[in-house]
Every structure is written in structure tokens, then in C-alpha cells.
């Protein structure tokens, strides 16, 4: 005999029933839907699919990122058109295709269908794979119908194309977000060019900004730093009748990369360290001046760190000499012998070690030797230059270009050779030629001599006097450091030989290693590159000045290296590492309480009146950011990088540059936009970080965090600036304090600011009223900064010792 349920239990079924589950499997079958909160996650939990919102936005958009890191988003669907709140619904159509609806049924989104491969008993199935590839299948014969890697966004990951069907047209392209908080398609594509030596191109709307340099078998021209990779990574280029494309594969499943197409124009190669929880950065571009698009016009060729960046190619001269000395190089560059066009008159040079020309209307021929594709050239009077295509060993291929050559870059011991013809008068193959050599030789020798000389005595005249600006110490005080000096040897030792996985960061400088030296102490390497934007002046700068400085808010330097071209700083590691990891990662933010937060705060502040007041010297930083600002195991705060700091003297009110030098969203406006910068620099810059300690939030681009600051203190609901992850009523007097004090800090006037001494006195007085604030500049993307006041310099002479700022109310 059957008993029957109780009745209770029954409705208790089917009300259980009746409850969305969270999804926690990697597929999607064609009778289940995905809402907001539910998510696919792929089999070993490295990707996860689902409903999110960017910084500071409420849109709604379905995608898939990194499990470990959720910032990490690699690819969105609805990316045009956000949904408006958590009413989204993803539905698998019986039609082979993927949509996404919002709460009034519409559909925002949906994938195309392969109509031709649904065949009969078709079961629809959606998979997210452990590589971010999700694929919408027929369960039956298992043919793909649809896949994300066909549709990239910004990111390109392991086992995606990057390229073109030749057949059909079809293309793998990608595109920048509008910004940090919007993933609407922006205004930078990357997209490989298939004319005649492929390239992969960067495009601001319409016009190139950056080009990798083509293929030559072991990694871009001009991106030779993927050589040093080889360990981590295998790198795929596919070129034939039906396709083109390039793509990688990591060498070992626990490493997590991607290739990003940021909002800021930049390619990036990132690879997630899980040890600090963070993306290291292992190559971008464009990453110097000489990256930028045909900065050398034709025939031109671009050096980087070098104090005239471009040079005319040998036989070639500047096609307009005064606009070469006004550093306006769009002119490019002229022959100066025209070739004869016949073997007997024309030959060529070798130029190493070069990012090669723009290969878009390049002849290839893989096939041939390299002395074949010498001859053909040779032969043919339209050609004006040739390379192997393939520059593994000795060389094979042929490449030719007919047309100016443009986009050339030294490329610091690059494989790539460029063999440039020329009339042989420019190679010296004749008596008459050698000797005209010689006495041009000779020539050049008295004329460098003479101006040497004169360059000494203007160089020893400049010395005697004051300048407006000027670096901390000279290369000679390097003796005076009184700092270590390590050899090479125990630095390569301490690091594994600058090995790759002890890699801690990257800047302009160059590379950070971590390392340990024999007698068991951390250290932290900081070694300049050959294109870092930091030069040897900034180096010995950092060197002489820092070593002198003690403070328990300042980073404290070992020693230095330099060995040949290698240039290295030892300082001790901060095993917190930066400021910035910890403040924008929404884990790590977690662990920052509120005391925590006003001791780093309190820290920096006693670190900038140490530089500006109580040191050996009076110092302005220059570039004060979270990320310069180091934690240690205790998370005591500790200003680093003195690369581009500068000395004042006592009198002198504002230093006047032509060379700004910082990071965007930490300058001050009287220092982005007219180049004066004062202590009240470092001021402006102490309180956007204050805003984003108190509010987790970092300050860049179109996301203002100082714009924002002032509308809650205008609407008096400052508390809605706190980080969630601490209690705002239980500091709310504390906060409203710190606020307030940012807010001083970042007036468009820097008279109005306050000095640091009044800032400690601010922040750690509760009785102590502050007067109000006024309102900051605002900067904006384009234009500059906006402000309904503005500031200007008087002076009575030419001195910057008797430089005044004045606000003046009004426009």
C-alpha cells in the first residue's frame, strides 16, 4: 500500500522548486536561463560568467572574467547597450543562438546563429571553458554553433586569434573600453593589417598610432621584449592563402596571462602573479616616444632616451633642417645621392638591430635566400630597401620595400637587419670617394673637438650660475653618496639572474625584482632599462639624494649597481608592497581598517614635512601617488622614488619647468598646465591620496574623485565617500575631519593650501576647526582643468626666486 506525502511537505517541494538556484557548473542547458547572481564557472574555477557592474557605474553587463581576479573582465556581451538594473535574463534560443533580455522583454543582445549546422534533434548546450572560451554547441553532434573567441572585446587570451580570414573577411579584433567604468567600444582597435607584410596596428579612430613591426619568426620587430619570454609563453603566427593571425599558449597551466586593449590606447601584456595577488605588467605599447606612429617621418629613424630623437638614415639628410631644429620631424627625410638604378652604381648597408619599416606595401617571398632577395632588389629600381623575413639563425626570405621607408626604431640588439640601398658615393667604394671620406673625416673630427670645447666652457659657465631649475646632485657627487656599491655579480646572484617570476613591478624606470642576498635579506632591485624614461640624471639624483635622507616614512636604500649600461637601485622589500595594491583590490581593501587607513595617512603626512621642512635638504617629491608610496610588514607608510624630485632654496616660492614630469590625477593645475610646481605640489597630490585611502576609490580619468569629494561636501553627505568595507558612523567625525582636510589640499589656488605642518595639526586636533574649503579645479580628459577661478604668475623679473601666485576670482 502507497502512502501519500503529507500535504505540508508537498507544498514545501514545490515552493523549493519554485527557487532559482545559483548556477555552479560550466554549462547551460537549453531549457535553463542565467539571471543577475547566478553564474557559470568553468571546470577548474579559473573563469566565471555572469552579471556585473564597473567602478562607480549601476549599468548592468553580462560577461566573463578571471575567478581570482573579478576586476579582470575579458569579454562582454551587451557591452553597447547596458541593462539598467538586475532584471537581466540570458536565454539559449531554439534558433542556435544566444539572447539576453531585460525586465520589459526586450532583448539588448544576442549572438549570431549558424543556421546551416543545426541539424535535426538539435540540443543546444552552453559551455564555458578553463580557457574564457564560451562555446554555445549542439549537444548532438557536438558542432560548434557559436564561441566568445570568434567576438573579443578588449582582451586576448590564450588559444584566441588575433586576425583575419582571408576567404571570408572575417576579422578578430580588439577594442578599448570608453573608460575604466564604461566597456563600450572606445576609441582604440587593435587589429592585425593584412596588407602586405602582416603587422598588428593600433588605431586611434582613424589614424595609426602605434605598430608592432612584422613577424620575423621569433616575435614582433618592434616588440623584441617577447623574446625574453620564451620560458612562460609559445607564440603563434599563422600566415598562408587562407588565414592570418597571431596567438600564444602558456607553457604551464597555473599561468594566468592576457593581452589587454586598455581605455588609455595601451597594449598590455599582464601575467597575474598569485603570490601578491596583482597583474605584473611584462611588456606594452607604445612604451617611449619612438613608439608613436612615423615619429621620424620617411627615412627617418627614432632613438630612444636620446637628447635629438630622430636621425636621418646614412645617405640621407633632414628635408627641412629648420623644422629637424625645432624637433618637428614630420618632415622626415630626403636622399642625398640619387641612385643610378643600376648594379655598377648603387649597393647597400647594413643597419642592425632596428625595428623595421612599415611593412603595409612590402613585397614578401618566404621562399627565397637572403643574396637572392639581395639581387632581386638590386635589380629592381622601385626598391628601396630588403630584409630576411625570417631572422631566425642566419637569416631566410625576402622582403622589399618599394616605398619610403617609415616607422624605424633602434631596438636596443633586435635579430632584425636592414639592408638600405643607397648610391655607392654614400658607401666609399672608390678613390675618389675614400678620399673624399677622409678629409670629411678629418673634418668632422676638428669640428666635434671645437665644439666640445665650446661646449665645456658654456657647460662650465652654466655651472657658476643659478638656474631655475636643476637636478639634487651631479654625476661626480656619486662619489660623495656615501652609499654601497654591490657588483653585478651578487645582484644577479640575490635574483636568479633577473629572472622573470621575480618580477614585483614595472614603471617607466624599468623593472622590479625581488631578491635575497647571502646573508638572508630581502632587497628590492630597481633596474633602469635602455628605454626608461629615467635617465642617468635621474638615477645618480635618486642615488645621492636618498641616501642622505632618514625618516621612518621614507623607503631606505641599500646601495646602487652600475655595471656597463646596467644601472640598478637596492632598496629593502616591502613585502606590502604599494599603497595602490592594497587600495584597489576589493579583498585586500577589506583588510585596511580605519585606524590603519589614518596611520598611513598620518605617515605620509610626517614623510612630506620631513622633505619639505626637516631634512638636510628642501625637497618637492614631484610625484607623489599611492603607488609610490610603499608599505612594510606592519603597514607603516614610506615614500619611494626620488627619481624626479627636486631641491628649492629657502626663498624660493615656485620652480618653473619645461619638462612635467608625473602622473595625471596626482599633479597639481598650476604644474600640468604652466609648469611652476612648489611644495603646495606635493600638497595637492597628499590629498588626492587622502581621498582615496578614505574612500577606496582611485582618482584617473573620467572617475573624479576630487569632483565627487566636493559635490558630497556641497550636499553635506560626506559619509557616502567612505569605503564600504569600514563603518562609517563609528568614524564619522574622524572622516568628515580627514575630508575636509583633503579638501584644502586640493584648492586650485596654492597659497590657499595648507603647509604639511598645519595638515598634522588638522588631522590629529579634534578641537581644531579648519576654515572652508574652496572649490578645486576639475580636470577633464580634454581641456585641461576647469575651475570658475584661475591662477596666475607675477613677477617683477625674469628670476623665479621672485615668481608670486595670485588667484583671481572669476573668468
Not at 100 to 117: F, G, I, K, P, Q
Request: charged share 20%.
Amino acid at each position: 500500500m502507497k502512502r501519500k506525502l503529507p500535504k505540508q511537505l508537498i507544498i514545501a517541494l514545490f515552493m523549493f522548486a519554485c527557487i532559482p538556484v545559483a548556477l555552479s557548473s560550466d554549462t547551460l542547458y537549453g531549457s535553463q536561463n542565467i539571471t543577475d547572481g547566478q553564474y557559470l564557472i568553468s571546470s577548474n574555477g579559473i573563469f566565471e560568467l555572469g552579471f556585473f557592474s564597473p567602478n562607480y557605474s549601476t549599468d548592468r553587463f553580462l560577461g566573463i572574467w578571471f575567478k581570482v581576479s573579478t576586476d579582470a573582465v575579458v569579454w562582454v556581451s551587451n557591452r553597447d547597450n547596458p541593462l539598467k538594473n538586475t532584471s537581466g535574463i540570458l536565454n539559449i534560443l531554439n534558433n542556435g543562438s544566444l539572447a539576453l533580455y531585460d525586465s520589459s522583454e526586450r532583448m539588448v543582445w544576442s549572438s549570431s546563429s549558424n543556421a546551416t549546422s543545426i541539424q535535426n534533434g538539435f540540443s543546444p548546450v552552453l559551455q564555458l571553458n578553463d580557457s574564457g572560451n564560451l562555446i554555445l554547441k549542439d549537444q548532438t553532434s557536438n558542432t560548434i554553433i557559436w564561441q566568445s573567441f570568434d567576438h573579443p572585446t578588449d582582451s586576448l587570451l590564450a588559444g584566441m586569434k588575433l586576425g583575419k580570414n582571408l576567404k571570408t573577411g572575417f576579422e578578430r579584433v580588439l577594442s578599448s573600453w570608453k573608460n575604466s567604468n564604461d566597456p563600450s567600444e572606445g576609441n582604440y582597435i587593435c587589429m592585425m593589417d593584412t596588407e602586405g607584410a602582416p603587422e598588428v596596428l593600433i588605431w586611434d579612430k582613424d589614424k595609426i598610432r602605434y605598430r608592432t613591426g612584422m613577424w620575423n619568426g621569433i616575435s614582433f620587430s618592434g616588440l623584441t621584449q617577447m623574446i625574453s619570454y620564451g620560458d612562460l609563453f609559445t607564440f603563434s603566427f599563422v600566415w598562408n592563402n587562407d588565414e592570418v593571425w597571431y596567438g600564444f599558449e602558456t607553457k604551464s597551466n597555473s599561468t594566468l596571462s592576457r593581452v589587454v586593449m586598455n581605455d588609455a590606447g595601451i597594449l598590455q601584456r599582464l601575467v597575474w602573479d598569485p603570490n601578491q595577488q596583482t597583474w605584473n605588467e611584462f611588456w606594452s605599447g607604445p612604451q617611449d616616444e619612438c613608439d608613436y606612429y612615423a615619429k621620424c617621418g620617411s627615412f627617418g629613424i627614432c632613438q630612444p632616451n636620446n637628447v635629438t630623437a630622430c636621425n636621418c638614415l646614412r645617405g640621407f639628410e633632414a628635408t627641412t633642417p629648420t623644422e629637424w631644429y625645432m624637433r618637428d620631424y614630420s618632415g622626415g627625410c630626403k636622399r642625398e645621392a640619387p641612385l643610378g638604378c643600376t648594379a655598377r652604381s648603387d649597393g647597400f648597408y647594413e643597419l642592425k638591430g632596428v625595428k623595421l619599416p612599415d611593412s603595409n606595401n612590402a613585397t614578401v617571398e618566404a621562399n627565397i635566400s637572403v643574396e637572392d632577395c639581395k639581387v632581386r632588389c638590386l635589380m629592381n629600381c622601385s626598391c628601396l630597401a630588403y630584409s630576411p623575413s625570417d631572422s631566425r639563425g642566419k637569416g631566410s626570405g625576402c622582403v622589399m620595400w618599394n616605398t619610403a621607408l617609415i616607422d624605424m626604431k633602434y631596438m636596443n640588439g633586435g635579430p632584425d637587419v636592414l639592408y638600405v640601398k643607397v648610391s655607392k658615393s654614400e658607401l666609399g667604394t672608390s678613390k675618389k670617394s675614400q678620399l673624399v671620406v677622409i678629409v670629411v673625416a678629418i673634418s668632422s673630427a676638428a669640428l666635434v673637438l671645437l665644439i666640445c670645447f665650446v661646449g665645456f666652457l658654456i657647460r662650465r659657465k652654466k655651472r657658476n650660475s643659478k638656474q631655475a631649475e636643476k637636478s639634487l646632485v651631479q654625476k661626480d657627487s656619486f662619489k660623495d653618496a656615501d652609499l654601497p656599491v654591490f657588483d653585478i655579480e651578487t645582484i644577479l646572484q640575490a635574483t636568479d639572474n633577473l629572472f622573470v617570476t621575480n618580477v614585483v613591478g614595472q614603471g617607466g624606470f624599468g623593472i622590479v625584482y625581488k631578491g635575497k642576498l647571502p646573508s638572508g635579506q630581502e632587497i628590492a632591485v630597481k633596474r633602469l632599462t635602455g628605454n626608461s624614461s629615467q635617465g642617468l640624471n635621474e638615477f645618480m639624483n635618486e642615488v645621492t639624494l636618498i641616501a642622505k635622507l632618514q625618516h621612518r616614512n621614507l623607503v631606505r636604500v641599500l646601495g646602487c649597481c652600475i655595471h656597463n649600461n646596467e644601472r640598478m637601485l637596492i632598496y629593502e622589500f616591502m613585502k606590502n608592497r604599494s599603497l595602490n595594491f592594497f587600495l584597489f583590490d576589493a579583498e585586500k581593501r577589506a583588510t585596511l581598517n580605519w585606524r590603519t587607513r589614518l596611520e598611513i595617512v598620518t605617515g605620509i603626512a610626517r614623510g612630506l614635512l620631513y622633505l619639505h621642512h626637516d631634512s638636510r635638504y628642501n625637497i618637492i617629491h614631484r610625484d607623489l601617488k599611492a603607488a609610490n608610496v610603499l608599505l612594510d610588514e606592519e603597514m607603516n607608510p614610506k615614500i619611494s622614488d626620488f627619481g624626479t624630485a627636486r631641491l628649492f632654496e629657502g626663498d624660493q616660492a615656485v620652480i618653473s619647468t619645461e619638462t612635467v614630469i608625473g602622473t595625471r590625477g596626482y599633479m597639481s593645475p598650476e604644474y600640468i598646465m604652466e609648469g611652476k610646481f612648489s611644495v603646495k605640489s606635493d600638497v595637492y597630490s597628499f590629498g588626492v591620496i587622502l581621498l582615496e585611502i578614505m574612500s577606496g576609490k582611485r582618482n584617473q580619468g573620467n572617475q573624479n574623485l576630487v569632483a565627487y569629494a566636493w559635490k558630497l561636501w556641497e550636499e553635506q553627505s560626506i559619509l557616502k565617500l567612505l569605503d564600504e568595507a569600514v563603518e562609517s558612523t563609528t568614524f564619522a567625525a574622524e572622516l568628515s575631519r580627514c575630508v575636509h582636510v583633503a579638501l584644502l589640499c586640493v584648492q586650485e589656488c596654492p597659497d590657499d593650501r595648507p603647509s604639511m605642518s598645519s595638515v598634522i595639526m588638522m588631522l590629529s586636533s579634534d578641537n581644531l576647526v579648519p576654515p572652508a574649503p574652496k572649490k578645486p579645479s576639475i580636470w577633464r580628459s580634454i581641456g585641461g582643468f576647469t575651475a570658475d577661478r584661475h591662477y596666475s604668475y607675477e613677477s617683477g623679473s625674469s628670476s623665479v626666486d621672485q615668481l608670486t601666485i595670485t588667484c583671481i576670482e572669476g573668468r
